[in-house]
T-cell receptor, first 113, second 114 residues
Framework: DQQVKQNSPSLSVQEGRISILNCDYT??????FLWYKKYPAEGPTFLIS?????DKNEDGRFTVFLNKSAKHLSLHIVPSQPGDSAVYFC????????????FGTGTLLAVQP | NAGVTQTPKFQVLKTGQSMTLQCAQD?????MYWYRQDPGMGLRLIYY???????DKGEVPNGYNVSRLNKREFSLRLESAAPSQTSVYFC?????????????FGPGTRLTVL
């Protein structure tokens, strides 16, 4: 059973517009979430995180929103740039101090110039 | 500062062969992890090492063994490779500071088992 789901395999947006990537989870015990970005032939790189005690976290062009009642989080990228084209994974932290991650299946974002 | 390095980058094995994937980090991190990524799926945790001298199973440990050689190095061994182990393998490391702290990933090893 997939505990972290990204239901959109791909997303295409125009440069300068907003990109919204969505993620749903099933386990209400998850208390920390991260977004990673992955380019082809590279490892994932950390983008932004959010604790379950918050509902929003911002870092420059990137904002993550968390709706605990809906078990849903989203990543907003404004404005989108061609260099943002990559696969984005959301991940939930479990296992307390061992900090293990459960990843979603990823969304391929294509930002068109 | 190289971060997390993995060797080899690519490998082709025949069914039944064995091999060891190497991972090293130079960030003085305590915890290290091995993941695999398959098409259409997210990364799945194979094994992890919370600190030097300890290892534990993740979601998909069957068919694999690990060794935390020292604080820097964490290797993943396939004793008898199977086609189902064709995947991209990522190593990651993290310092122990709190829940949710970033894991830093290596570039991956692409393994094909024929």
């Amino acid at each position: 059973d997939q505990q972290v789901k990204q239901n959109s395999p791909s997303l295409s947006v125009q440069e300068g517009r907003i990109s919204i990537l969505n993620c749903d989870y099933t386990n209400s015990m998850f208390d920390y979430f991260l977004w990673y970005k992955k380019y082809p032939a590279e490892g994932p790189t950390f983008l932004i995180s959010i604790s379950s005690i918050k509902d929003k976290n911002e870092d420059g062009r990137f904002t993550v929103f968390l709706n605990k009642s809906a078990k849903h989080l989203s990543l907003h990228i404004v404005p989108s740039q061609p260099g943002d084209s990559a696969v984005y994974f959301c991940a939930a932290v479990y296992g307390g101090a061992t900090n293990k991650l459960i990843f979603g299946t990823g969304t391929l974002l294509a930002v068109q110039p | 500062n190289a971060g997390v390095t993995q060797t080899p980058k690519f490998q082709v094995l025949k069914t039944g062969q064995s091999m060891t994937l190497q991972c090293a980090q130079d960030m003085n991190h305590n915890s290290m992890y091995w993941y695999r990524q398959d098409p259409g799926m997210g990364l799945r945790l194979i094994y992890y090492s919370a600190s030097e001298g300890t290892t534990d199973k993740g979601e998909v440990p069957n068919g694999y063994n690990v060794s935390r050689l020292n604080k820097r190095e964490f290797s993943l061994r396939l004793e008898s490779a199977a086609p189902s182990q064709t995947s991209v393998y990522f190593c990651a490391s993290r310092t122990i500071a709190g829940v949710g702290d970033t894991q830093y990933f290596g570039p991956g090893t692409r393994l094909t088992v024929l």
